[in-house]
């Protein structure tokens, strides 16, 4: 047995090798771990190409008839002003793929830096996709069990966690060999290794396989290195029983009982995603609700659900130490309550992978949680040194670092239609899902906007019922007297795919008139917002 607490910090993790950063050692672990060993990877699958527009398909390296690679050497681009490349990207995530990809299209010499030995970053490896894959391979076994056809055989119906991975594994094969194509195809060159700021023009990588380090020079660079999971010394992540979200995916034994600490986005959706595998689920939350940003009712609505499922939630709640045994944890807190489980998921904040880049040879510096500050062209203080994605911190969504660094190459090749990022939709992976945009009726009740609200029920919609997933609700908050519509929040199934009917909407400046003068298919989801468009008219007097 072995108890830790903030002053006495029993087993804990041993020192990363001299030299070696946070990060480093935090990245080598996931390679340790990972899900996807490298011989699963195979031929890409040609239908599932994301079709972002600096991502162009049509290129000599790929057949027009069978998809497969054609063996014709890339011509290589020149460097301008005496540097071998025009611009460096650190990191090979969604923020720095989408960067490399604009710059290069526009004629510079790009060259990414990453330590991994395939693109994706952690969003392809250990979080956004296999997460989410893992999270619909879990709703697909809840729906079974919800159907009446079904439910007779699934009662007793138990899934390994390392079975329901399978899709995941699949489905990282698939991206990681399609973003690769994105590389080759763009004559983007991938440097596998650590980059550090030698001065302001140079790097030095060092080569993960024992290549030794080499030097490369540079006009300008974009720093995309991600963020990892904040992990305090007061637990031992290398017990068998401690997780973090980038670890959790790699739990090779069977429990029923599971802490979730922290209750934010990522707490929330392992906490569905446990649940609806059978798991007795105690989710600790810090804060009086849970995710208390999003609209009350949603809140709410997410807090009912989570109980009816049997997720245990505890709020207000703080960690005094972490009792770890060979068949268990013990987790003491503040209050005095003790809660024994079988493993415990840290899921309390991330950390921007920036401590090993020496950013001072540039004269840049992190804040305390190893973020960058930046302007509204994503320049940091160093004017020829850009950083996007997690590493600026809000709103940390691959969805949002991919539009990030698009914009952010924009800025420094001149492009004309480049902007700041601010107008991004809320997309939580929970069981229902969360999705939102624009202002709560907290933000217009603080504002003295004068609005009102339109609701549709899932409930009472045919495509719903037709489904079995009742559960849900689409508000649409709109001015008063023009009409306008100022905020979109949706709760239930395929809420992140609903939310952005309104977001084009709002994007192209119509009024609450927009849905009820447009004719929908019937029976679909999308036809909620009619319905709650004339629930929201029927309230103006």
């Given amino acids: 047995m072995t108890k830790t607490n903030p002053t006495e910090k029993a087993g804990k993790s041993p020192n990363p090798a001299k030299n070696e950063t946070k990060a480093e050692h935090a990245i080598k672990e996931q390679a340790k771990r990972s899900a996807l060993p ?21 290129h000599p390296l790929i057949s027009p008839l069978d998809g497969q690679r054609i063996a014709i050497a890339p011509q290589k681009r020149k460097a301008r002003h005496g540097f071998e490349y025009d611009a460096v990207v650190l990191g090979a995530g969604p923020a720095g793929e989408a960067a490399a990809m ?29 997460s989410k894959a893992l999270r619909q391979s879990v709703f697909n076994i809840i729906s079974m069990r919800r159907d009446p056809i079904f439910s007779s055989f ?3 119906f138990q899934v390994p966690l390392n079975k329901v ?37 140079t790097l030095e990588v060092e080569q993960v396989h024992g290549e030794g380090a080499k030097t490369v020079t540079f006009e300008k660079a974009v720093i995309a290195v991600g963020s990892r999971p904040y992990r305090p010394d007061l637990l031992d992540f290398d017990h068998p029983r401690v997780f973090d979200s980038d670890k959790i995916l790699q739990m090779d034994y069977v429990a029923r009982k599971i802490i979730i600490y922290g209750a934010g986005v990522i707490g929330c959706e392992y906490a569905s995603i446990f649940t609806g595998l059978g798991y007795v689920v105690d989710l600790i939350n810090n804060k009086e609700q849970l995710l208390s940003y999003l609209d009350d009712e949603i809140s709410d609505a997410l807090s009912h659900d989570f109980r009816q499922f049997g997720v245990r939630i505890r709020s207000n709640e703080e960690i005094e130490c972490l009792e770890t045994f060979d068949d268990c944890v013990v987790l003491h807190l503040k209050s005095g309550k003790k809660i024994k489980s079988d493993a415990i998921l840290w899921c309390n904040g991330r950390s921007g992978n920036t401590d090993g880049l020496n950013l001072e040879a540039v004269g840049l ?27 600026i911190g809000w709103p940390s969504l691959a969805s949002a670092a991919y539009d990030q660094g698009r914009n952010a190459a924009g800025f420094m090749v001149g492009d004309k239609h480049a902007e700041f990022v601010n107008s991004v939709p809320t997309g939580i992976y929970t069981i229902p899902e969360i999705s939102s945009i624009g202002a709560t009726e907290e933000d217009l009740t603080r504002d ?46 395929h809420a992140s795919e609903i939310i952005h009917i309104g977001q084009a909407v709002m994007k192209c400046g119509h009024t609450l008139e927009y849905f009820i003068n447009t004719t929908f298919n019937y029976p679909t989801m999308a036809e909620a917002y009619r319905v709650a468009a004339l629930n929201g008219m029927n309230r103006i007097f």
């Avoid at 010499?109 to 996709?129: E, F, L, M, S």
């Avoid at 399609?178 to 195809?185: A, G, I, N, P, S």
């Avoid at 994503?378 to 996007?388: M, Q, W």
């Avoid at 023009?482 to 199934?493: A, D, K, S, V």
């Fill in 38 to 58: 490298e011989a699963e990877i195979k031929t890409p699958d040609s239908t599932n190409t994301p079709a972002h527009e600096e991502h162009d398909l049509s």
């Fill in 102 to 130: 604009k710059l290069a299209k526009s004629g510079l010499k790009v060259a990414v830096i990453d330590p991994r030995d395939q693109v994706g970053g952690n969003c392809a490896h250990v979080g956004t996709i296999p």
């Fill in 154 to 156: 699934t009662d007793n």
């Fill in 165 to 201: 991975l399978s899709k995941a594994r699949r489905v990282i094969a698939s991206q990681v060999n399609t973003h690769k194509l994105f590389y080759e195809r763009n004559r983007v060159e991938i440097i596998q290794g650590w980059g550090r700021f030698i001065d302001k023009n």
């Fill in 365 to 391: 510096s992190a804040n305390s949680r190893g973020q960058l500050e930046v302007d509204q062209t994503y320049r940091t203080k160093a004017e020829h040194i850009y950083a996007v994605g997690d590493v």
């Fill in 448 to 493: 003295q906007i004068p609005y009102e609200v339109g609701q549709a029920f899932f409930k009472h919609l045919a495509r719903s019922q037709i489904i079995g997933e009742r559960s849900g609700v689409l508000k649409i908050l709109f001015h008063r007297e023009t009409l306008q519509i100022l905020g979109i929040h949706c709760y239930g199934n």
